[in-house]
């Protein structure tokens, strides 16, 4: 075994409340794992399980929480029971007046060493004794709160007594900033808590009426180094913090009621979200050190396509295109304003982006910038689209590594590149992208059916993908494009006031007509029908639908002559 030094007496200088926590966060102590334990969250779309486990310099042990980032070394084997550790990161927080130690970062000295000591419990509970220097404990589990100790069996030192009278002052007079608690680490099991968090999104204050009353709320997103929360503040506390809350600062934020979060209305990974009321403690953080940082989990636009319908993630690109500023009618009777952008990135894959509300009244960046956008759902409109929300956050110009990197890939060529974009998969008789054609795997149409009927796979989950070179034979003149939304491209109805569109709720002057045609083609082996959309009309008729109706209604024969 190697010769390691742990460092010795850190456990207890944890515990003593006396010490100077600057120096002892900055110390960097060597430690050992005795125990691990995975603590799994109540279920919830967002679930993320954490780890418990118990951390020892030799003489005495302490309870620890792993950050959630580094559950990776655990669930590959890296880490485990009695491998020794440098805690580069971590915070220590008062739970239940026990002290719990969150480890944030650690580098791995020893994976494999066998127990050094025989430690002892630095926060023992009653009848715990020596005992525990015999044995290794087991970390609590997460829905079980620890057990408070009694006064009698736990000796505090006067300065320690001063301490304490003294922090209590100072929550009554204040915020506790010293026992900043991770957001991750929060539940309602916990009292007495402060969390130093940014507010990453700020939603405008929404009202209702019903047969129950009249109210109003507003929610943020607040996230530190372990995670992230929702809270939310209604009626008497709407009007106490909002105006106090600015979205991109810090905050010290205490006594607010730790609930079980609704998942219907959030997509913030936690299984917990906070309820604001009018006691709730709001202090802004002149600290410059030690920030949090906005954490991105960032998919490439190639790979949108893996998404589900409805997912939500994290995408970084460039702007190519800006669209005009537009509006809709939403299911509610309100009109909302959006606005689409076009994001480019390294993958050559180009994607809609649709910005809603005051974000897309707001928008005038016209430079190309680079964009970050967190929590932003996926659509399958024109194969995938993404779409911003309540909760979204959009980062121009982010002071981040992948944002330096793309913005030198986009500078040095990657402006003139060819982008594809995600279109509506095809599959036997459905028209589909037009670009990406793999010409050195080309069938014909008799392998195509051939190994269309072959196929286990169900296609209207899975298309089956080909490429065909084919003469078409025959189009359909019946229904060659359709009456379209120039907003959501939905199929509009002429009605007295206009072209009337159910989805948007609103009627319009003209129409913009989409092509929506039924060809048959053939090769050298067999005919077989398509139908191709949008894309492939204006390839095939050289012009976009608009004009080719334009013909239609000034002259059938020379409409005929175009098909």
Not at 12 to 33: A, F, G, W
Request: net charge neutral.
């Amino acid at each position: 075994m190697s010769n390691v030094q742990l460092t010795a007496g850190i456990c207890l200088r944890l515990v003593d409340s006396s010490e100077n926590y600057d120096e002892v966060l900055n110390s960097k102590p060597t430690m050992q794992i005795l125990s691990v334990k995975k603590v799994s969250s109540p279920g919830g779309l967002n679930q993320v399980d954490r780890y418990r486990i118990i951390v020892s310099d030799g003489e005495h042990f302490l309870q620890a929480m792993l950050a959630t980032q580094l559950n990776n070394l655990v669930d590959e084997g890296h880490v485990g029971k009695y491998s020794i550790i440098r805690v580069d990161k971590f915070t220590c927080n008062l739970v239940q007046e026990r002290r719990l130690l969150i480890v944030l970062d650690m580098q791995i000295l020893v994976k494999n060493h066998e127990k050094i000591g025989k430690p002892d419990n630095a926060q023992p509970t009653p009848g715990d004794g020596a005992s525990s220097a015999q044995q290794t404990p087991a970390p609590h589990s997460a829905a079980t709160p620890a057990p408070v100790p009694s006064t009698s069996t736990i000796s505090t030192s006067a300065p320690q007594q001063q301490h304490q009278q003294q922090q209590g002052q100072s929550n009554r007079a204040g915020l506790n900033r010293q026992n900043i608690f991770p957001i991750e680490g929060l539940s309602p099991y916990q009292n007495n808590w402060t969390i130093k968090a940014r507010v990453t999104n700020k939603s405008d204050v929404r009202t209702w009426s019903n047969q129950r009353g009249e109210g109003k709320l507003f929610n943020v997103t607040l996230m530190d180094e372990t995670g992230e929360i929702r809270g939310t503040a209604f009626n008497n506390a709407v009007d106490e913090l909002y105006d106090k809350l600015e979205e991109g600062k810090v905050y010290y934020i205490s006594k607010a009621k730790v609930q079980l979060a609704k998942k219907q209305f959030t997509t913030v990974s936690n299984e917990y979200e906070l309820g604001f009321e009018r006691h709730t403690e709001v202090e802004e953080c002149r600290d410059t050190q030690s920030l949090p940082t906005i954490r991105y989990n960032f998919v490439p636009l190639s790979g949108l396509q893996d998404l589900v319908k409805d997912a939500i993630c994290d995408v970084i690109g460039v702007v190519k295109e800006v669209g005009e500023l537009g509006s809709i009618n939403s299911k509610f009777g309100k009109t909302v304003t959006k606005r689409e952008l076009t994001l480019v990135d390294k993958s050559n894959f180009s994607v809609r982006l649709t910005l809603w509300g005051k974000q897309a009244e707001q928008y005038s960046e016209m430079n190309e910038p680079v964009v970050a956008f967190k929590g932003v759902k996926v659509g399958d409109f024109g194969g995938r689209s993404l779409s911003m929300f309540s909760s979204s956050m959009m980062t121009i110009n982010p002071d981040i590594p992948e944002a330096h990197a793309l913005r030198g890939w986009y500078d040095a060529g990657g402006n003139q590149a060819s982008f594809q974009a995600h279109s509506n998969s095809f599959s036997g008789a459905a028209g589909g992208a037009l670009s990406g054609f793999n010409r050195s795997e080309m069938k014909s149409l008799q392998e195509v059916n051939d190994m269309l009927s072959n196929t286990t796979t169900d296609l209207s989950e899975k298309p089956v993908y080909f490429s065909a070179r084919a003469t078409i034979m025959h189009i359909k003149q019946e229904n060659v494009a359709y009456p379209a939304c120039p907003t959501c491209n939905k199929k509009v109805f002429e009605q007295h006031d206009g072209w009337r569109c159910e989805k948007c709720e609103r009627s319009y002057e003209k129409p913009e007509y989409r092509y929506i045609i039924t060809m048959a083609v053939a090769d050298h082996t067999q005919q077989a029908w398509f139908q191709g959309f949008n894309e492939a009309g204006e390839v095939i008729f050289h012009r976009p639908a608009n004009k080719l109706m334009e013909i239609k209604f000034e002259d059938e024969t020379k409409f005929a002559g175009n098909l």
